[in-house]
């Protein structure tokens, strides 16, 4: 498994009678994953356009620690319990972080706000 932090983006897409339902039982879910080893951020958002879509957006130390969490209890119950009231599969996503040395970035072009890669 991999050692570096990996960043996860887990999509849910709700039927519309159990929006509230399946929001308790995800908010139920932050403070346990928060304190699980190898946590760093994990946070829950639900989608301004579409009230039935729920994202929860989460960084670990590697992968190891994010298939620990997907096998945790508290995320097993909350997935067994909201799985009749999805209206698709939940998504779940895997990202690194790519870091471009500053050093070499003599091609580039700034601006006052950002480095333009």
């Not at 928060?34 to 879509?53: H, I, S, T, V």
């Not at 996503?93 to 950002?114: A, E, H």
């Amino acid at each position: 498994m991999s050692h570096s932090v990996i960043h996860c983006v887990i999509d849910f897409f709700v039927k519309p009678p159990a929006e509230e339902k399946v929001r308790e039982l995800l908010t139920g879910i932050l403070e346990p994953s928060r304190k699980e080893d190898g946590c760093l951020k994990y946070k829950l958002f639900q989608n301004m356009a579409d009230k039935c879509q729920f994202t929860l957006i989460g960084a670990w130390e590697n992968e190891d620690a994010f298939e620990d969490h997907l096998q945790s209890d508290h995320y097993r119950k909350a997935d067994s319990a909201m799985k009749d009231d999805l209206s698709k599969t939940t998504d779940v996503k895997r990202y690194k972080y790519i870091q471009t040395d500053p050093t070499k970035m003599g091609d580039t072009k700034s601006s006052g706000f950002c480095i333009l890669i």
